[in-house]
Nanobody, 123 residues
Framework: VQLQASGGGLVQTGGSLRLSCAAS????????VAWFRQAPGKEREFVAA???????HYSDSVKGRFTISRDNAKNRVYLQMNSLKPEDTAVYSC??????????????????WGQGTLVTVSS
């Protein structure tokens, strides 16, 4: 499975972006898909995930501002990001795996990763 993230860009504080993760050579059906991000000089961190069952999970830092969704027919997962802040600036990557609830935030739970897309939020 190859993953391609897109939709990043430059936005002002308070603005919105929608990221898209597309799969080729496979399907998202039955798998969990997550978004992680990595800011310059920082470790990669969990942002949001949607499990194969449809259950969603968010980091505390984005809860209430970001929404993850999936369109199995289009083999895409989306991350709608609203009320963006400068601290949201990072490279955002999507990943696929079969995480259980207790492991959904862990990098090790995912075994396919796409190249990231850069999100820059100006103050």
């Amino acid at each position: 499975v190859q993953l391609q993230a897109s939709g990043g860009g430059l936005v002002q504080t308070g603005g919105s972006l929608r990221l898209s993760c597309a799969a080729s050579g496979g399907t998202f059906v039955g798998y969990g898909v997550a978004w992680f991000r990595q800011a310059p000089g920082k470790e990669r961190e969990f942002v949001a995930a949607i499990r194969g069952s449809g259950g969603v999970h968010y980091s505390d830092s984005v809860k209430g501002r970001f929404t993850i969704s999936r369109d199995n027919a289009k083999n895409r997962v989306y991350l709608q990001m609203n009320s963006l802040k400068p601290e949201d600036t990072a490279v955002y990557s999507c990943a696929v795996g079969r995480p259980i609830v207790s492991s959904v935030t862990q990098i090790s739970a995912y075994y396919y990763w796409g190249q990231g897309t850069l999100v820059t939020v100006s103050s």
